[in-house]
């Protein structure tokens, strides 16, 4: 690390303290209206003077006598207003008010006054409505801010001084430090958002991936648009790939909106080299006329559409034969940005997987884009559990208006492997990102990994793009002895081998000399607490924590398609596709109300719970609405939910719930359990309680094995320990 990264790490680290300092019981959500404000202002503020030095180095005096000099005043206000788009007044500018705190007579209306003076120096500018309303959100006479005008200046006062006395250099040409910092605490704040994260921010992996396919051999960008901009990071990002000379944004949450325009003007993009709009993108189209050569998005999944019957005499939607679903907006916006893409466009957006097979109107759209556009360049499946607010894995879809050599195929990969665990969500690592790109620039084929697809393929899976139709995975047998495995490769026997090694250093960290020492019931010891493993450090886990089972997990009803991969859950097999069990046509069922299942959720038989079928699915598709269908929450390790959830001890907690009913016969919904509570471990420690488990599996041949998702998950856990 060089030293501008030390510079840069250390910076965002005194930022992010002074947020969590200085908020007292404020929720940080709400608390980073007034620090990324007062960064904001401290940003205008510094500019301002720099630019100031500049203009008047020749005339030889200070902003302040210009200030006070009624020819001079009238002239510095003109030239910064033409190209700065304000003027702060120099009694409001940043160090005065530090001035001010340090004499402890700083009082919280001088601030609104100063944020006042900026907003009316650009009424009737070209800049008005870039700066409009900028601050609205910073709400100086909140009693979340203090009871009193005395407390709520102390608070504001101490962001100040703070401030100075982090003291950021604006002058390093290198690199963007302020910028940075201003991106990594939006990032920040969004993690201690939850739910309300995914109205403002695309974690950084994601973005980078989107940015990387949506730029793919170009360097210079006329204008490129993001229809649901967030905070503007995403679009901004797109410069790091080539030269963007217009930016294009439009945003429905107020806040939001005011945040991509501060993000803007931060990042030095100049007024008048951004145009982004408030207001429903599918309702208000503000780009009317326009097209773009690189549009890029991370709409809000299967969102209602709020006047439906409007869209259809809207160009936009029209010409697909139907209109997109009420209950799901996704395809409105891919439409939306087609109807805007130019000759040359190329599109990169981020969507949850039901797109790509569900049937009925959305099934109409896709075959219009397939066949009528011939837009759809690639599908590209994500892992799970990437995103703020939402575990569901997700795919980015890219579109091309003009596809030269690829017309007659689709690429089609398989990344949701592809990822490294953080402490609340999975993250998309750089080497996975380069991977993809490689991939989708080169359109060859990789085995287990991506598949180009002719049309004629498509038209043979009835245009259903799920990926898993395209992208083979390795298969074992599940009634196969584990030590078979052995005769496969000799890169299985290493993997066996390492996993027998693992499971003898785990057995010795519980207490015990060797495998053949582990008791019978080891695994109910270990999932209620009374056997603890230790971090690798040999310190103690975190106490464990409870939670109501509808805080940790979410149902998931949405119905799939006729076209949907169906599977069958069983006790003994778990979930597999149906074809790998009693090898039946899928076609020999009525699946319209079937639900949709991804790889990681949760799915168990809500009428005989517990006595017959549950488990983890590995796999994207459809089962039988007599299954309910769970999503485990970033808190919970997959692995850990399937081996804790068949323990006595938590068929147990199901049992005396379920009084007055019948040994066999639960029928136990999602509703009547979400109030039970569960005891569970911090994530490490589900972890190595699910890895110890696994390889018991293995060693015993209790479970199916599958070679790749064992060699992915010892790998993994080597490598840490």
């Known amino acids: 690390m060089n030293d501008i990264q030390m510079h840069q790490r250390e910076l965002e680290n005194k930022l992010w303290a002074m947020a969590n300092n200085l908020r007292g019981t404020m929720e940080a959500y709400e608390f980073k209206n007034y620090i990324l404000g007062m960064i904001f202002y401290y940003y205008l503020s510094k500019r301002e003077e720099d630019y100031m030095v500049n203009l008047l180095k020749d005339d030889g005096i200070s902003f302040k006598e210009a200030w006070d000099n009624e020819e001079y005043k009238e002239a510095v206000i003109e030239e910064a207003l033409r190209d700065l788009g304000y003027i702060i007044e120099p009694r409001y500018l940043f160090h005065n008010m530090v001035a001010m705190v340090e004499k402890n007579n700083f009082d919280i209306e001088f601030l609104q006054s100063a944020i006042n003076s900026i907003m009316e120096s650009t009424m009737g500018a070209d800049s008005q409505e870039d700066f409009e309303n900028l601050f609205d959100d910073m709400q100086l006479d909140s009693t979340k801010l203090g009871r009193t005008v005395k407390d709520r200046s102390a608070v504001m006062g101490r962001i100040i001084a703070t401030l100075a006395d982090i003291g950021i250099d604006m002058q390093d040409t290198k690199i963007d430090v302020l910028g940075n910092a201003y991106e990594y605490l939006i990032g920040q704040f969004a993690a201690t958002a939850g739910k309300k994260a995914g109205e403002f921010y695309t974690p950084a992996g994601p973005a980078e991936l989107l940015c990387r396919l949506a730029c793919d051999g170009l360097t210079d960008i006329k204008a490129a648009c993001d229809p649901t901009c967030g905070s503007g990071s995403l679009l901004l990002r797109l410069q790091n790939y080539a030269n963007v000379r217009m930016f294009y944004g439009q945003e429905l949450t107020a806040q939001t909106y005011n945040l991509a325009r501060m993000n803007m003007i931060l990042r030095d993009v100049p007024y008048r080299n951004f145009h982004l709009f408030n207001g429903d993108t599918l309702q208000e189209d503000n780009f009317e006329g326009m097209t773009f050569r690189v549009q890029v998005a ?12 409007k869209m259809a005499d809207d160009p936009r939607f029209n010409e697909y034969g139907k209109l997109a679903p009420a209950s799901k907006a996704d ?30 109107a959305e099934e109409t759209i896709r075959e219009y884009m397939i066949k009528k556009l011939n837009v759809i360049d690639a599908i590209i499946g994500l892992p799970s559990n990437l995103f703020f607010g939402t575990g569901i894995p997700v795919c980015v879809m890219v579109l091309k208006k003009n596809r030269g050599a690829n017309a007659n195929n689709i690429l089609f990969a398989d990344a949701s492997g592809l990822f490294e665990e953080g402490k609340t969500q999975n993250i998309l690592p750089p080497e996975a990102i380069d991977k993809i790109v490689a991939a989708y620039s080169s359109r060859q084929d990789i085995q287990y990994f991506c598949h180009v697809a002719s049309m004629d393929e498509i038209n043979e899976n009835g245009l259903n793009l799920n990926i898993a139709r395209y992208v083979d995975q390795p298969i074992i047998p599940s009634n196969l002895d584990i030590r078979v495995i052995t005769n496969f490769s000799q890169n299985a026997l290493t993997i066996l081998n390492s996993c027998n090694d693992k499971l003898e250093q785990l057995s010795k960290e519980l207490g015990f000399s060797s495998v053949e020492q582990l008791p019978s019931d080891i695994t109910d010891r270990l999932f209620d607490g009374r056997i603890r493993f230790m971090t690798d450090n040999g310190d103690s886990f975190p106490d464990w924590k409870q939670y109501r089972i509808g805080d940790v997990f979410s149902e998931r009803n949405e119905r799939g398609s006729e076209e949907a991969e169906l599977l069958s859950v069983t006790m003994t097999d778990g979930v597999k596709k149906r074809a790998d069990i009693d090898a039946k046509d899928n076609s020999s069922d009525d699946k319209s109300n079937y639900k949709v299942v991804c790889a990681g959720d949760m799915v168990y038989n809500s009428m005989r719970m517990w006595q017959g079928a549950n488990g983890i699915s590995p796999y994207d598709g459809i089962v039988s609405p007599a299954y309910t ?11 850990w939910v399937a081996f804790s959830f068949k323990t006595p001890y938590m068929i147990n907690q199901f049992r005396r719930y379920s009084q007055g009913m019948t040994s066999d016969t639960w029928n136990l919904k999602y509703g009547q359990i979400k109030d039970i509570r569960i005891t569970v471990p911090c994530r490490e420690e589900q972890e190595k309680i699910a890895l110890f488990c696994s390889l018991l599996n293995m060693e015993l041949n209790l479970g199916s094995v599958c070679g790749s998702e064992l060699e992915g998950l010892v790998a993994k856990h080597i490598k840490r320990g």
């Open 298 to 309: 991370n709409p809000p999944y299967s969102a209602h559409i709020s006047n439906q019957s």
């Open 629 to 639: 269908v769970l999503v485990p929450s970033a808190q919970l390790v997959k692995e």
């Open 331 to 360: 395809f409105a916006f891919v439409q939306h940005m087609v109807h805007h893409m130019d000759e040359d466009g190329r599109i990169a957006v981020l969507l949850p997987h039901g797109v790509l097979f569900r049937s009925g």
